[in-house]
């Protein structure tokens, strides 16, 4: 820290420094921040007219807080940026195991030294990271990691069994004046729920049934799923009736801010190459996540995260660079034929609610991905306008495309068919913000191609086979 900064208990009250509770230095600070017009939650899309005002006023309120919902709403991430609400430094008395501020020590080793020492106590300076603590809710955590416990090396010794000396904090205690956060916490087990009580209404904490009581300055957030997600356990009823607001978080709303939140995430700007994602793949991806969202074949209690759609749209750029390698290509550009690779990452991130028979969640994720490309497709086309490219097909044509068919081979393919390369470079244009490279312009066109040839498919315009990764278009 500075070090212009009060170094005793004198220079602090010298500087006029006064005793502020860590809730109302959030809140000054969230004053500040809206009337700057800065976001709270910079790095979070889609919750600012729904969630972000929930959270405000919570903190206005100086209440503690529970972010509830499904699995991949950002709850933790929200959590782990409160501490933007944190003051840079703030002073402790130097040596504090649990941060004690001069002028209102709470612990016993605290008060000795300013009893002892006066104006001449060492302070120290303590950063915003260093205030923010977060435990992930097991069921073999114990009230010794929450609150702490007695340590008998101390009370060998010499120490009284019952002298706040012979204490060992837990983690609580050590955030006091800070921000504490408690992760997943219905799967904490009912008696050390129970014994957050105390800490949320009382501000203070007992160890092992002595008299030794801890005033905290504390913020309590909790992050939790709904009580229905799973068996694992609940939030006991006087501990919710303890938190002063929950917050419900939710799945984008929309499909734009869905796709925006997959390109502010997900790992696509490759070292060494150059990537270009056609805007209709990523709105496919993305459909494919709220199509799962609402198909009754998928336990929504359960939800299906954002995650998905992230790691889908990383494994579809994948395979298009697999494709750029192996073909020698100058750019990674992915086609409708990369999504059948998106099974892997969605294994597991979606739960079904039928019997789960081998390769029937295959199935469901394959059925799922045909449906999103159905409904992209259908926003920019009618399947009538391609009426000349379907007769060529009815007249015993066909076409042979695969994942790993080189870009100047596929054109080869389908430059034979009525008004298809019309339509997919009018379409790779509005898909790609520049065309001025001709590789990138021909890798464009490609996907914009394959992605017409899908769409006619799943409108049953065409027949598709597909084996060994080559799809088979025809009647």
Excluded at 216 to 243: H, Q
Aim: glycine share 6%; aromatic share 6%; net charge negative.
């Amino acid at each position: 820290m500075a070090s212009d900064r009060p170094q005793t208990l004198g220079e602090l009250k010298q500087a006029g420094h006064r005793l502020e509770s860590v809730k109302d230095e959030m809140r000054r600070n969230l004053i500040a921040l809206i009337r700057r017009g800065e976001p709270l939650f910079p790095e979070i899309l889609g919750y600012e007219e729904t969630v972000v005002p929930q959270v405000q006023n919570a903190i206005l309120s100086k209440h503690d807080m529970l972010f509830l919902g499904t699995r991949g709403q950002a709850k933790t991430r929200m959590l782990r940026q409160l501490v933007r609400l944190l003051d840079d430094a703030i002073p402790v008395v130097d040596g504090s195991e649990v941060l004690d501020h001069p002028y209102h020590p709470v612990s016993r080793e605290a008060r000795d030294k300013l009893e002892a020492m006066g104006d001449d106590t060492p302070i120290a300076w303590v950063g915003r990271d260093q205030r923010y603590q977060e435990k992930l809710a097991t069921p073999d955590v114990t009230i010794a990691d929450l609150i702490g416990e007695i340590d008998m090396i101390k009370h060998a010794e010499g120490r009284y069994l019952s002298s706040e000396l012979t204490m060992h904090f837990g983690l609580i205690p050590r955030t006091n004046r800070g921000i504490f956060c408690m992760n997943e916490l219905p799967d904490l087990s009912p008696k050390i729920q129970v014994g957050l009580f105390n800490v949320l209404e009382e501000r203070d904490v007992q160890i092992r049934g002595y008299p030794v009581r801890l005033e905290l300055d504390l913020c309590m957030v909790f992050s939790a799923n709904p009580e229905d997600y799973t068996n694992r356990g609940r939030i006991v009823t006087p501990l919710k009736d303890r938190i002063g607001s929950v917050v419900r978080t939710h799945y984008p709303t929309t499909r734009e801010v869905g796709v925006s939140i997959n390109d502010q995430n997900a790992w696509v700007d490759r070292e060494g190459e150059r990537v270009a994602v056609p805007f209709f793949v990523k709105e496919v991806v993305e459909e494919a996540a709220r199509l799962a969202r609402t198909s009754s074949h998928v336990n929504q209690a359960s939800g299906v995260s954002v995650r998905m759609s992230i790691a889908n749209l990383e494994n579809v750029v994948s395979n298009a660079e697999r494709r750029a390698l192996v073909n020698d290509e100058p750019w990674v550009v992915p086609r409708v034929g990369d999504l059948a690779h998106v099974v892997p990452s969605t294994r597991g991130k979606i739960e079904l609610t039928m019997a789960e028979d081998d390769g029937s969640e295959d199935v469901l994720i394959h059925r799922i991905v045909g449906e999103a490309v159905k409904n992209v497709f259908s926003e920019r086309f009618n399947p009538k306008e391609f009426r000349q490219a379907v007769e060529y097909f009815d007249n015993g044509g066909g076409v042979e495309l695969g994942d790993t068919v080189p870009t100047r081979e596929l054109l080869k393919r389908i430059e034979k068919i009525p008004g298809l390369l019309k339509k997919a470079e009018d379409l790779a244009r509005d898909s790609l913000p520049s065309l001025s490279d001709p590789d990138l312009h021909h890798a464009a066109m490609a996907s914009a191609a394959e992605f017409i040839l899908e769409g006619l498919h799943v409108h049953n315009r065409l027949n598709k086979n597909v084996k060994a990764g080559v799809s088979s278009y025809e009647r």
